[in-house]
């Protein structure tokens, strides 16, 4: 595994009560995910457009999210926004910086934390609905043009991040130093 370094700038939790993330100082992270996270569990329900149908409960692969600040600066850029992206607008646990194409890491990829926390990469993040609706709603471009969802969703596609579970508990801290080991398959033979 090819390893490369990165900085923890926010780290957040969305509760069930509010659907609202929350930035935190620090997380503790379990076999499950996030403690206090609404993503938090062994399992998880489909939703349309999802591997297995919609409604299938299956393996919560989807125990954290994270995105890195350069690839929200490109979508902040290619939609020509006033106001910077923050990481409750995107919808992502972890933010971090200092990893170019964050979202193409590969499944297998691991972010090492100091605390010996673990988190495996798993699948890409699409963008969501929810997350470009947001966006419309706080954002401004400065040409004073109007910004739409569709717009938000095409600029977002393959730039939202990853998704991942909790292979080592322990605590996650912001502004932690990461160790991103970017996963390579083994040759075989």
């Not at 509010?18 to 620090?26: I, N, S, T």
């Not at 299956?58 to 490109?74: K, L």
């Not at 850029?77 to 409750?88: C, F, H, I, T, V």
Request: hydrophobic share 35%; charged share 30%; with cysteine.
């Amino acid at each position: 595994m090819k390893e490369q370094k990165a900085t923890l700038i926010s780290v957040s939790t969305k509760t069930e009560e509010d659907l609202a993330w929350r930035a935190k100082e620090y997380v503790v992270a379990d076999f499950e995910g996030f403690v206090e996270d609404v993503h938090r569990g062994p399992s998880r329900v489909c939703y349309e457009g999802d591997t297995e149908p919609a409604g299938t409960v299956r393996r919560n692969n989807r125990q954290w999210s994270g995105m890195s600040q350069e690839e929200a600066r490109e979508i902040q850029e290619a939609l020509n926004l006033a106001q910077p992206l923050m990481p409750a607008d995107l919808g992502v646990n972890v933010f971090v910086e200092g990893i170019e194409d964050f979202s193409k890491l590969p499944k297998g990829s691991k972010l090492v934390f100091p605390s010996g926390a673990v988190l495996v990469v798993e699948d890409f993040n699409p963008p969501c609905t929810h997350m470009a609706e947001k966006i419309v709603s706080r954002c401004s471009t400065r040409s004073g043009d109007s910004l739409t969802s569709r717009r938000v969703l095409i600029e977002a596609k393959r730039k939202r991040g990853v998704v991942g579970v909790v292979d080592v508990p322990g605590k996650i801290c912001r502004g932690d130093s990461i160790v991103m080991k970017r996963y390579k398959s083994p040759k075989l033979g």
